[in-house]
């Protein structure tokens, strides 16, 4: 069972519900993790807090989080503190509005995700929510403070549960009026030949299909240097793809979805697996990944 990093409680209107977050992602699973060396003498290279007043350095335990209110003049604050801020978004979440999800443009707001857990006791009001957000079609919006920071919020019904994601506030979404993009006009006979593409191309989202390969790619190539192998570069795009106007690439685009080449991908073009040459994990692989962790 994983362990909640936040218990308290939620409520709308009258309705309390005590509820436990979790986290609903976790990153760095499929990543890679690299070590920095010195040039010299290619040992790592170690990050020191150091006390330039002292000139000693200071242990992560004992670090102090403090306020500069004036230039050189500071204001310790530590975990009892935080505790006893005035403000109630730090002990619930309180709903304050419910709003149809397709007024919330996620791309640009969303952040971190998290799972809302009820406590026993809360069982039927916290299943009352989640079924009225469903059948509604809204999204709840509150206030809540996690770690050492006040957050605007969303929950939805998501999967059986309540699905809480944190979100940028308006202040922090850049407009888009800075940026140079040029007025044109595309023609109706484009339009409908992009649209017949989309709609050959159109497909339910099953997550489980999207792999992320990077991990994968540079561990062959590691692989491939420490056994000393020539590295096999990954494929030059294909030169036919390359086309005179937007039409014609429209056109060899529909040919290729008709055929399938274009759902299949990277495999298709051959991908990154040459990259290694190999397919088997093998014990200097297993040496290699063991080093760079």
Known sequence: MPRSIWKGVMSFGMVAIPVRMYLA??????GVSFNLLCPEHKSRIKNKRWCPEGDHEVAWGEVVRAYEYEKGNYVELDDEDFEKLPLRSSKAIDITDFVKEDELPGALYYQAAYYLEP??????????????????????IAKFALRERERLVSIRAQDGALLLNTLHWPDEVRSTEDLEIPDVTVSPAEVKMAENL???MATDFEPEKYKDDYKKAVMELVEAKVEK???????EPEA?????????ALKASVEKAKKGELSRGRDARGGHESVGGRKKTTAREKSARRKTS
């Open 229 to 235: 192998r020539e590295v096999i570069e990954a494929p």
């Open 240 to 248: 036919e793809t390359t086309v005179v106007d937007l039409m014609s």
């Open 198 to 200: 989309v709609g050959m």
């Open 119 to 140: 406590e026993k006791a809360a069982a039927k009001p916290y299943a009352l929510l989640k079924k009225t957000l469903d059948k509604t079609g809204r999204v709840a």
């Open 25 to 30: 992602t976790e990153s760095g699973s499929s």
